[in-house]
């Protein structure tokens, strides 16, 4: 009964009781202590007791006016702290039912950083900042990052707390302490997946792009950022998808500079591309929520990126074509389908989804068209000996195919690659060169014109007109029978029967009359389209549908 008149007849503390009450608080923590024999001497019940007392009846102005404001920030941390490590480190599952020590804290801690919050808030994020440091506390950090993220889920803004953990790794970045920067970073890529972030400053977003850029860039001396590079990889990756669009489109457009522009080794540009990868595959060229801002940084990037497909230098190239295909595709899986290249027979069901609202896109491509020939003419001429860089190229071109699948589109990539065939059809040898060198550029010749007709193949897949799918299937066909080097699968080496031919006859190759005449009948008149394959409901190996129904199997197992 005492307890609950005492609900009613409860007064606000005035300053000095306050203040009386701090100093009461300081001695039950143990502040002035040793960190390392304070736990044991802690006075949970009393300590919790006075905190409560304090964070009920203090009035605001009160606490934000009185010096030992950090203390109670500070004690509070302590029972957090004690919190946090009877609660992760529980020595036995029987603990589970009983009620944990220091079982208020959180919620003592987080009404105190409310008396508090917004005016100090710098204040706050100080504190908690200072007492990890001085308790020597960023080595265990899962207890760091309880303790960030109690922070985080108060009213307070978020984006001040990532703004002085990025300033406290750039500190001792200076300072050489590699070993703190790299349990910094550890709790700084677990606090970034929290999904409280506000919008944060431009500025801490280049910090860290300079942090990463840097410490992959040192790569070639091996020093000892270099050992941070994942750390502010992962931060990196787990930022990209927390930010807006339009953050997320200056991220991107900073990137492209650094990684194609800046003189580094093939290995760190590939690294260091990853990151761009990633960015990529959260966007898209056409983001429809958002067309006003993104219609001329897309137009930018896209001319960007084909200046990069055309550069002489491979790594840049192919690199380029990665990051354009993943700018294309919408997040529908379809480039699985695009591993390498194969044959889309047109009585098959594939797991390509087609795009359906791409006409920002379609106009984008009208745009380009030239520009995206000519840079891939170059880059296919110049940088398609290795079957992998093949392959990347066929992604490309079966990206555009798919996720804008028009007359426009496809006409212009039969265009391209009837050029393509043209280019490797009569391919110049030397006199002087080798056996050795004609065999590879042969088997160099054999890959791209199996990719031709790999893509080919999907455009009829696609546009499923009569007359195209017979005259593709007649040169399919002939090649089955008198070349079969020439149809995918790619192949580091070719061997070739008696009955082979290995010269030209133009039986074995699309013409181009023959290719335009069936474009026309498909698009301009319109002819009939034949029906889609339905998919087949099948019980594979790994399907979970599939039971075993009695047998002897089911009886040795128990079943």
């Known amino acids: 009964m005492g307890r609950f008149s005492a609900l009613f007849s409860r007064k606000k503390l005035t300053s000095a009781k306050t203040r009386l009450l701090v100093d009461q608080l300081k001695t039950s923590c143990g502040v002035f202590l040793d960190p390392t024999i304070r736990s044991p001497n802690i006075q949970e019940a009393r300590a919790l007791k006075i905190l409560r007392q304090i964070v009920t009846r203090s009035q605001r102005h009160i606490v934000q006016y009185i010096p030992e404001r950090d203390a109670i920030l500070e004690c509070s941390l302590i029972l957090v702290q004690n919190y946090v490590a009877h609660l992760r480190l529980r020595p036995s599952p029987l603990k589970r039912f009983r009620q944990e020590p220091f079982a208020d804290a959180k919620v003592l801690f987080q009404a105190a950083i409310d008396l508090l919050v917004p005016e100090m808030l710098d204040e706050v994020i100080d504190t908690t900042l200072k007492f990890l440091q001085t308790e020597n506390l960023w080595q ?8 960030l993220m109690f922070v985080l889920e108060c009213r ?3 984006a001040p707390l990532l703004s002085k953990l990025i300033d406290r790794i750039e500190r001792f970045l200076a300072l050489s302490d590699i070993g703190q920067v790299r349990h910094m970073l550890s709790v700084l890529q677990i606090v970034i997946v929290s999904q409280r972030w506000d919008l944060m400053e431009y500025s801490e977003l280049a910090k860290l ?9 040192i790569g070639t001396s091996r ?6 590079r994942r750390g502010f990889e992962k931060c990196l990756k787990n930022l990209i998808p927390r930010l807006s669009i339009g953050d997320l489109y200056s991220f991107f457009v900073m990137m492209l500079p650094l990684v194609f522009d800046t003189d580094m080794s093939d290995e760190a540009r590939i690294e260091f591309g990853s990151t761009v990868e990633h960015a990529a595959s959260t966007m898209t060229v056409y983001d429809p ?3 006003m801002h993104t219609a001329q940084v897309s137009t930018f990037i896209v001319e960007y990126l084909l200046r990069c497909i055309a550069s002489e230098d491979p790594t840049r190239s192919i690199l380029a074509c990665k990051v354009l295909t993943k700018l294309l595709e919408r997040g529908q899986h379809n480039p699985n389908q695009f591993q390498s290249p194969t044959i889309f027979h047109m009585d098959t069901y594939y797991e390509i989804v087609l795009a359906t609202d791409f006409a920002p896109l379609q106009e984008l491509l009208v745009e380009q068209r030239v520009h995206l020939e000519q840079a891939l003419l170059q880059a296919i001429e110049r940088h398609s000996q290795r079957k992998m860089n093949v392959e990347v190229f066929y992604q490309l071109l079966c990206t555009l195919l798919v996720e804008a699948p028009s007359g426009f589109t496809a006409s212009a990539i039969s265009c391209l690659l009837l050029k393509v065939q043209k280019m490797f059809l009569n391919y110049p040898t030397d006199p002087d060169s080798s056996m050795l060198a004609d065999q590879q550029q042969q088997q160099h010749n054999n890959r791209i014109h199996a990719t031709i007709m790999a893509v080919m193949t999907l455009i009829n897949w696609i546009h499923r007109s009569g007359s195209m799918n017979a005259y593709i299937t007649q040169v399919l066909h ?11 699968p790619l192949r580091e080496r070719y061997r070739y029967a008696p009955h082979h031919v290995s010269w030209y006859e133009r039986r074995l190759f699309f013409d181009s009359l023959e290719i335009r005449y069936c474009l026309w009948k498909c698009f301009r008149i319109s002819e009939e389209k034949i029906p889609k394959p339905a998919r087949m409901r099948t019980r ?3 399907d979970p ?7 002897t199997l089911n009886v040795f197992a128990g079943m």
């Open 140 to 147: 265990v950090e899962f207890i760091c990052v309880e303790i």
């Open 156 to 158: 307070s803004p978020s």
């Open 209 to 217: 792009v300079r942090f990463y850029h840097s410490s992959v860039m």
């Open 223 to 228: 020093n000892q950022i270099y050992e941070l």
């Open 289 to 291: 929520r958002n067309r």
């Open 478 to 488: 002939n090649r089955f029978d008198h070349a079969p080097s020439l149809n995918p």
């Open 540 to 542: 594979s190996y790994n």
């Open 545 to 551: 549908r599939r039971r075993l129904d009695g047998g």
